[in-house]
């Protein structure tokens, strides 16, 4: 059975980064919403309680019962998390003079306490909280503490609860993965047994068992995901595996081809279909983002459900999903950001039942299981690129012209960064076409020309990215060649937006 800990999420940005800081520490865990608990698996060695951006005397606040837990398992709360078991045990939680946000440090530390050791006073942590704990429940102590956060951590003297006021999974938090460790290891006793060995054993033999002698069809993308996926259930049902690889219209310049061949030698079995036709004319007209994703997403499944009919006893649709477009696209506050197409894009009723393998994995994670399963180098370093593809990155309607000159705009860009050696470097890059047109003059001619910006960013997870700061040189270069090349673009910016509190893709 594979150990797991439990992450209740509360609706904090952060909650994801927990799950990731866990995983980092080898042990399996699993974000579910703060009133999901699963009681009964025998599997769980720990629970975290994630922070929230409500108070907790909000009125919409989320409120659960924690006594089915509280003295069995291990409870760490963090911030709100914090707040909640403080408030619901007899503390005292009050709204704080100035909202406490960003660096601090513990100036005491209560070395004895299994959740802080190795942790010195003077340590970075981050805060960011409105509320604060003025007087901690009966039955607990404090274990830390900042110049103006006196309850900064406290623990249970009866019980196996510990609450942080900081948020030890932020970057700047410098001793949090320590305190994590402490937590999930030493507390908890994870064996921290989880890696991408163990994940690829674990999920070949449930795959095999979850699909039995049926037919599955996977949508390949070309990227890291689907392939991953791909590979996987290859490995796992062989030739009862075939993978669909849709052309939309809206792919790279020649992606469609190249894709086929590099997936000639995985030895998969692949089709490949060209429906761009379809999606163009269902997309003729449509202007709003999420309209235009919903159109692809329903799309995408409308193939598949033609292709699968012609292969008998397909019971199964594979896709290549990971665990940040399932919280991304299922915020429990309610918020909607984007609907990735693979999972809000989903017509309610379907024809085939859905496996998702990679559900539960983090990019990074998803990079290593490839790299593990022999997938080329080439293929696994792709930068991510999203499903609805282009699409998302012409402003305004589509059109197969529109999609023509950002993909050679593309193309030169891409191109460029490969070739400057720096195509490693960045998580994602890419060209937008903006739905604007610019006067310019080539040569003796006055153009009325479009523009298109170019994005690159680096990041480790999609969740936050920071513009990348290539070269001007570079920049110079895909400029001049874009404009000389591209006919109908006379314009090029470079987009220095980071997420947040912009996105990587514009729609
Ligand atoms: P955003 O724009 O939300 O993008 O900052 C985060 C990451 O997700 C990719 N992305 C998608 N991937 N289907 C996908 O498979 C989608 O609908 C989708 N939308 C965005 C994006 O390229 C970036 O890597």
Known sequence: MQEKIIILDFGSQTTQLIGRRVRELNTYCEILPYNKFPYGDESVIGVILSGSPFSVYDSKAFNVNLDCIRGKLPILGICYGAQYISYTSGGKVEPAESREYGRANLSHVDARDKLLRDIKPGSQVWMSHGDTITEIPPHFHTIASTDSVVNAAFASDEEPIWGVQFHPEAYHSIDGLTLLKNFVVTICGSHQDWSAESFIDSTVKQLKEQIGDDKVVLGLSGGVDSSVAAVLLNKAIGKQLTCIFVDHGLLRKNEFQNVLKDYECLGLNVVGVDASSKFYSELAGVTDPEQKRKIIGKGFVDVFDEEARKIKNVKWLAQGTIYPDCIESLSITGTTIKSHHNVGGLPEKMNLKLCEPLRL????????????????????????????????????????????????????????????????????????????????????????????????????????????????????????????KVKGVNRVCYDISSKPPATIEWE
């Open 361 to 484: 994995l983090f990019k990074d994670e998803v990079r290593d299981v490839g790299r593990k399963l022999g997938i080329p180098d080439h293929l696994i370093s792709r930068h991510p690129f999203p499903g609805p593809g282009l699409a998302v990155r012409i402003l305004g309607d589509i059109t197969p012209e529109k999609v023509s000159i950002l993909q050679e705009a593309d193309d030169i860009f891409i191109s460029n960064l490969r070739e400057s050696g720096l195509y490693n470097n960045v998580w994602q890059a890419g060209v937008i076409l903006l739905p604007i047109r610019s006067v310019g003059v080539m040569g003796d001619e006055r153009t009325y020309e479009q523009a298109v910006a170019l994005r690159a960013v680096t990041s480790t997870d999609a969740m936050s990215a920071d513009w990348a700061h290539l070269p001007y040189e570079l920049l110079a270069k895909v400029s001049n060649e874009i404009i000389n």
